[in-house]
DNA sequence: TGAATTCTGTACTGAATCGTACAAATATAT
DNA sequence: ATATATTTGTACGATTCAGTACAGAATTCA
């Protein structure tokens, strides 16, 4: 058996952690998401992890670092999701609204209230004031319009599309309709209607031919 | 001359106000929409307003009464500027580009970095805690997918459209694209890109056909 | 076994926060 | 003038917050 590496195995010297880091940080998320960053107290942070402040300081810095940790393992996981719906070799349509399905679950999850998206939902508000929230979240955005953008110009070359579309204009759109299921998701309307709104997006997108799904 | 109806004229017994409490919620506003609902404290809405902690007590009641009152003025501006905006006889793809200006003309106002939307900069983020907040919100964003809607059927009975396009779903894209504007302008996006992603949007939106503007 | 190292947890400090009490100020009403 | 009503501004209390000091605990190395 491999040796573990998700830890790297380091057989450090003192008193061993009584925390898992990336458990750590998955649940500070948490935190940060329902409230928002500047709401959100260490207190909370603490509760929510079981770390004790001083050993939230060592792990992490302090809670405007923490928070960068937090959004920037956010944008992996969120960006990997789309990609991942984008990738594949399904068709055009099925291909967005699977992106838009697994935004949805990433909108949804969590035990207490729908939450929306993590950026939208507390990045944006920090973004005017914080300039590496703000260059976090712009250069996210810039990655989404990317993919969409690439998933569909190959749909074009694939006559997915009318001959005469405009593959970056129908990518805003595309970025468009994830953004605006972020803001709805966390304003509370239900999931079923998000996904009718997506449904409805992605035949618009692809030129009212679509059907399938 | 009418009696001035702006204060009524009420003459009032005590101590005549130091503040005039339109331009005072304007203030408190703008106080709010850097930094956001919680990161603004009480000192800082003082500062902003020029009303001393007690006075803003007896004029609005606590932060969070102000606050509401505050998203409350921005929904009546902000909904009335884009249904002037589609109101009028311009044909469609102007109307939806003028809807756009003139929510950047928003976006882009006030002294200091571009702040984008209120509610999306600002009050989204309370949605999840503050059902107060999340019920003007969704209230808020279901007017203007309306305004959107009601404008593009009138455009398809004008032929302004396709005419196997699907006013619903293109209204989705419409408030869509409102929507990534104003992150995208919070998150620091000039706004001479925000214009050029505007038209590609309009011109999907309206089948291509445009180029007007 | 003892020294060195790393983490935990309590407790503390200083600052910021919200909300209000209270006296002084400024107007109208009689 | 005097009483009444309303606002202003200072000042205060109670709470919360971020960040850190320090002693004790748990582990590895020699």
């Known amino acids: 058996m491999v040796q573990n590496k998700q830890t790297e195995a380091p057989k450090r010297r003192g008193r061993p952690r009584a925390y898992d880091p990336q458990s750590a940080l998955e649940r ?7 409230a928002g960053y ?3 107290s260490l207190d909370q942070i603490s509760a929510a992890t079981g770390m004790n402040r001083p050993s939230l300081y060592a792990a992490f810095g302090d809670k405007h670092a923490l928070y960068l940790e937090a959004l920037a393992r956010y944008w992996r996981i969120s960006l990997e999701a789309t990609r991942n719906a984008l990738d594949g070799d399904r068709p055009l349509d099925e291909a967005l609204m699977l992106a838009y399905e697994a935004a949805l679950d990433i909108y949804f999850s969590g035990d207490g209230r729908p939450r929306g998206c993590f950026v939208v939902g507390t990045a944006v508000t920090e973004t005017v004031e914080d300039s590496q929230i703000r260059d976090s979240v712009a250069a996210g955005l810039r ?3 990317a993919d969409f953008e690439a998933r ?3 749909g074009q070359e694939r006559d997915e599309l009318g001959g005469d579309a405009d593959p970056a204009g129908l990518a805003i759109l595309a970025s468009a309709t994830m953004h605006t299921i972020a803001i709805r998701a966390r304003a509370g309307i239900a999931r079923a209607e998000l996904q009718e709104l997506a449904r409805k997006a992605v035949a618009a997108i692809c030129g009212r031919q679509a059907g399938a799904i």
């Open 143 to 145: 990655s989404i319009d």
């Open 152 to 154: 569909l110009r190959l």
């Open 28 to 34: 500070a998320t948490d935190a940060f998401w329902g």
């Open 38 to 40: 500047a709401a959100t």
